[in-house]
């Protein structure tokens, strides 16, 4: 059975796990992620912010192989969100019809499903 280690501020856990940071999650992502993960076949490792250390949140960005920005449920400074969406290894979610997050970065989702997908293989990796 594989291990599925939560990672929260302050601190960081640097292993050969494949790693996804998770920013300002909805309870309904959190609930589907959670249903995903029960079918895992690899360790992972969860980063989860939901607070105002922005810090360690750009040092998460730094280090994760994956983000999921959820634009819509959080409070941080615009270019932490600019930054975070430059990154090519972030997919995001927002509820805007129409997004200027897009000129930034192509990797908008709009659930669970389209994440894993996106990623290629993800339990393979």
Known sequence: MPNITL??????????????????????????????????????????????????LIEAVNIVDHIILDIDNIVINQWVIGYILAQNKTFYLTKEPVSVYNTINVNRIYDINQFIEGVNNFETQ
């Open 7 to 56: 990672i929260t501020p302050p601190d960081k856990l640097l292993n050969n796990n494949t790693s996804i940071l998770l920013v300002k999650p909805s309870d309904e992502l959190k609930v589907d992620l959670n249903e995903k993960l029960k079918n895992l076949e690899i360790d992972l490792n969860i980063y989860l912010y939901e607070n105002e250390n922005e810090g360690w």
